[in-house]
């Protein structure tokens, strides 16, 4: 059982222009909250308890709008990345530092909008050498597909996309030398030697990444 997260907040938006020039993608509003909202909401009612959030782009104005976490019955720390984002693999690493060292945490991306039950990772058994478990969904129109499943294991196969939400073993973001660096090529590695586990989820799932998706899920709460 994990109680730590890390979400994945550093991101500049780009497809969201020019919207983003002046905010920072988690704090985009949909039905009315912050994205980020949404996201530290799900993470408290599973039983998550201490939240590590990676900040860049106008990284203050969301370090203003969580603070602390008290909001959400949360412990909130920031990880710094500066002016320019040190990719998913480098975040993880950076944020994943202030979490203990030898225990799986999950990992949400803070463009997410989903009815995921996070609870089941929570709660979810962890095995001897395995180094994550992704959530797959079906693509949208538009997106890639990434991996495929046998069973619960995930091959390097274009079937499904990764959601943006999994748990991670610290050993997967090991810096190795590196600051900035992708956390793709990792999983693929990881795969390879049959240490990552997955599922298929069928619910709610999109990635607010572009004005279509934003207005899409604005428009379903109507």
Known sequence: MTRHAVILAAGRGQRLRPLTDRLPKPLVPVRGRALIDWRLQALADAGVEQVVINLSWLGDQIREAVGSGERWGLRVRYSEEGDTALETGGGLARACSMLPADAPFLVCNADVWSDYPLQSLVE????????????????????????ALEAERVVDAPALTFSGISLLHPALVEPRGQTVFALAPRLREAIRRQQVTGERYHGVWSDIGTPERLSAANEAAS
Request: proline content about 12%; aromatic content about 8%; glycine content about 8%.
């Open 124 to 147: 979810r058994p962890w095995a001897a050498g395995q180094l994550a478990h992704l959530v797959l969904v079906p693509p949208l129109e538009g997106m890639r597909a990434d991996f």
